[in-house]
Every structure is written in structure tokens, then in C-alpha cells.
């Protein structure tokens, strides 16, 4: 059994202040938690000790897998490459919905039972011929210190790093967390104030702002999802005033997922997203001009292909996460030569489908 206290790290101190009460509040999100001496966060994971507050899973994980890039979702960063992908424990959302809640809604400390440094992991993912590393399946915002000495040590060696995320950072604590993030899938959960409220316990507004400062502001690049719900944010009055603040806001060349719901967590009683209403949404934002609109979770070649967006060739085909057929020479058409946003090689890579569990502390 680890010991807690042996796998903490202070809080950068700027995203703290002491209040006049003498509780301790934290910066990091916009939720503000105000702590006590011994008390935790929202997320679990961040605990006021004295007057610091500490991550309390610093160097451990849930576990860590190899997957395909395609599968957090990114299409156009390093298509077919492998990832070396893992979260921790908690979360700074209480979505209704979570598909990963066993992870994120966890308060089992001992569910967390791979420990590795950062240096550890960055070998680790050399050794496997990860082109990158992802922090997912919980929300890397409120493990930042773990994942940002993470991301600096891969930069040193060449390795790119990815962050999945809901982006419910604030402002002061954004610029240094993505500073050394390649890559950023963020969640947009719904385009009503009202559902992040009630189904999530956050504020809409909160990641619009981190969707524009990624888009306008930093060298991240960025791809957004958007789990559609039936009945809860797939109406065409949403879909519709999403897509145009997408166009006007992040521009036409961002790509965006819209991803199949299956009941799960606190929404057991809805249905599962079909594929028609995942179509629906990707016709929705092509007619506002978005030009790489994928569905993921449902099985659908056309929409899961990147397409030239002057000539229409198909540039990358993929059967599930797997490339079948690639047609990019580095970020340009193979036909007409038009420059495709995003990060690429002269040729995809082959990992596949196939997701692959490792151990990194007993390697």
C-alpha cells in the first residue's frame, strides 16, 4: 500500500491565497474551494497541509495503456501513432454522464496502483516507441503539477504530450499548464449554461474561454468533442448556436468529434446516441463551414475520414482508430497540395486498433 503523504507536491503558489478567515483557496479552477487545515478539494486530490496546498497523487496512476492517437479523440496530430496514455484518480466536474466514473468519480485512494516519475514514464514511453503521451481518462487540470513536469521532460526528449480535458482551468492557472502541452482534446459538454450548471456543476463560460485562448493564444493544438446525449443537448436549436459560435470563435479548421452517449453513471435511463443523430450534428457544423467534422463511438468510414477540404480527395481513411490509407506528404494534400491543419509525417504510423495495458513501477 503507498503511503499518501509520500507522493504529494506542494501547489505552485500562485494559484493559492490565504483568506482573512484563515482558510486557504485554491486558484486552480474556478469552483474556489476554500480549505482548512487537512481538508480536500472538489477533486479529492488537492488537500490544504498547513498553509500549502498539495496534490496528494503526485507520480501515481490508475494505470497506464498504449492506444492509438485516434482514440483520445485526435485526427490530426501524428494520425496512427501510439499513445502512452494515463489518469490518476478525482475530478474538479460532477457530470451526470461520466463515462470514465469508476476513475474520475473515485475516493479510493488505493485504486491508484502504478506510481512512476516523470522521468520514468518519458523512458518508458521511448522504450515502447510512444510518439507522445496523453493525460486522460480523468481530468489532467487538477493533477497540473504532475502532468506539466511531465510535459517539460518530454520536450527534452523529443516527445509531445496531450492533454484530454474539460477545460475548467482558470485563467491564472491556464498559460502554465498548456505551455508545454502539444496537443489538447477539450470537452465541450453542451452549449447551455443551464446543463453545465445542473448536469455538470460547472460554467459553460469557463471553457469557452480556455477553447479561445487554446485556439487564439497558444501554440497547442487543439480538437474539441462533444458527447451527444439524446434528449439533453442534441437539439438542433443547440447544435446550431454551437456551430456558429465554433466557426466565429476557434475557425473553421479546428476539428471537432461529436461522440456516441451509452447510459451510464447517474443517466442509466437514457438511450444510447445513434448514429443518425451523430450525422445530424456533423451536417450541422459542415453547413457552418467547420471543415473536419468527425463521429466517434459509432461505426461510420465517411465520417471518420479526413477529407481535403479544396478538393475533397479522402487524405486519410480510417477503419476505427486504425489508418487504412494515408495521402498527406508532411500537412499537405497529396492532390492538390492545399496545407491541412495539424501535425503530420510523411507517413502514418501503424499501431493500429489494439490498446495495450503496461506496467511502469515493476518494468
Given at each position: 500500500?503507498?503511503?499518501?503523504d509520500s507522493h504529494s507536491k506542494a501547489a505552485n503558489p500562485a494559484w493559492q ?156 492557472a491556464r498559460g502554465d499548464f498548456f505551455q508545454d502541452m502539444d496537443a489538447a ?179
Open positions: 500500500m503507498i503511503s499518501h491565497q490565504m483568506l482573512p478567515d484563515g482558510r486557504l483557496e485554491c486558484l486552480l479552477c474556478p469552483r474556489f474551494c476554500k480549505l482548512g487545515d487537512g481538508q480536500r478539494g472538489f477533486c479529492f486530490v488537492r488537500q490544504r497541509q498547513g498553509n500549502a496546498i498539495h496534490l496528494t497523487t503526485y507520480g501515481r496512476s490508475s494505470g497506464f495503456c498504449i492506444d492509438p492517437i485516434e482514440k483520445k479523440p485526435l485526427f490530426h496530430f501524428y494520425p496512427g501513432t501510439s499513445v502512452l496514455s494515463f489518469g490518476t484518480a478525482g475530478c474538479n466536474l460532477g457530470c451526470h454522464f461520466c463515462q470514465n466514473w469508476s476513475i474520475s468519480k473515485s475516493r479510493d485512494m488505493d485504486r491508484l496502483a502504478d506510481q512512476a516519475s516523470p522521468e520514468q514514464i518519458v523512458k518508458a514511453a521511448k522504450r515502447w516507441n510512444c510518439r507522445s503521451i496523453a493525460f486522460t481518462y480523468n481530468d489532467p487540470v487538477i493533477f497540473a503539477e504532475y502532468a506539466m513536469d511531465i510535459a517539460a521532460a518530454c520536450k527534452e526528449e523529443g516527445i509531445a504530450t496531450v492533454a484530454v480535458t474539460a477545460g475548467y482551468i482558470h485563467s491564472l482534446n477539450v470537452d465541450l459538454k453542451s452549449f447551455d449554461p443551464s446543463f453545465y450548471k445542473h448536469r455538470c456543476h460547472a460554467q459553460l463560460e469557463t471553457v469557452l474561454e480556455t477553447l479561445q485562448f487554446l485556439a487564439k493564444e497558444s501554440s497547442t493544438w487543439l480538437e474539441v468533442t462533444t458527447l451527444l446525449i439524446p434528449g439533453l443537448n442534441d437539439s438542433d436549436q443547440e447544435l446550431n448556436a454551437a456551430a456558429e459560435w465554433f466557426a466565429s470563435h476557434l475557425g473553421s479548421s479546428v476539428p471537432w468529434h461529436f461522440t456516441a452517449f451509452h447510459p451510464d453513471y447517474k443517466l442509466q435511463q437514457c438511450t444510447p446516441t445513434s448514429v443518425q443523430t451523430l450525422l445530424r450534428a456533423r451536417n450541422i457544423a459542415l453547413e457552418k463551414g467547420i471543415q473536419f467534422v468527425y463521429t466517434g463511438n459509432r461505426h461510420h468510414p465517411e465520417s471518420g475520414t479526413t477529407y481535403c477540404p479544396a478538393c475533397h480527395h479522402p487524405l486519410v481513411k480510417r477503419n476505427g482508430y486504425a489508418v487504412s490509407d494515408y495521402h498527406l506528404s508532411e500537412n499537405q494534400c497529396s492532390h492538390c497540395l492545399t496545407t491541412i491543419a495539424g501535425h503530420y509525417e510523411t507517413s502514418a504510423g501503424n499501431w493500429g486498433n489494439h490498446r495495450q495495458p503496461v506496467r511502469i513501477s515493476l518494468d
